[in-house]
């Protein structure tokens, strides 16, 4: 079992940085792919990024790309999100996510298994 907790959202403006943090109980999560998902009110759940186990690789969709990094450091439990240059439409609530096997390169919800809570991220322009 894996439990996540987001922290680090918030109100910033256009351009500005912002680093989401996950950090996860449970030894199962230094040997768990992980992602980052974010919602909008109304919308599907939506893709972000992804790290595979070791946090040797990662993929991220095209809408963030460029922008956004993920890392995690496995001694701390912990999983990142590294958001540069934002714009008001990466406006959202993000989840941090983790699967209990499998690749890292899923990019629909159902793949994971364990969840965290969710943190607002709003970008105003």
């Known amino acids: 079992q894996v439990q996540l907790v987001e922290s680090g959202g918030g109100l910033v403006q256009a351009g500005d940085s912002l680093r989401l943090s996950c950090a996860a109980t449970?030894?199962?999560?230094?040997?768990?792919?992980a992602g980052w998902f974010r919602q909008v009110s109304g919308k599907e759940r939506e893709y972000v990024g992804s790290?595979?186990?070791?946090?040797?690789?990662?993929y991220y969709s095209n809408a963030v790309k460029g922008r956004f990094t993920i890392t995690r450091e496995n001694s701390e439990s912990m999983l990142y999100l590294q958001m540069n240059n934002l714009k008001p439409e990466d406006t959202a609530v993000y989840y941090c996510?983790?699967?209990?096997?499998?690749?890292?390169?899923?990019?629909?919800?159902?793949?994971?298994?364990?969840w965290g809570q969710g943190t607002q991220v709003t970008v105003s322009s």
């Open positions: 790290i595979d186990w070791s946090g040797g690789a990662t």
């Open positions: 996510a983790a699967k209990s096997s499998g690749t890292f390169l899923s990019m629909q919800s159902d793949a994971y298994d364990y």
């Open positions: 449970g030894s199962a999560f230094s040997s768990s792919p």
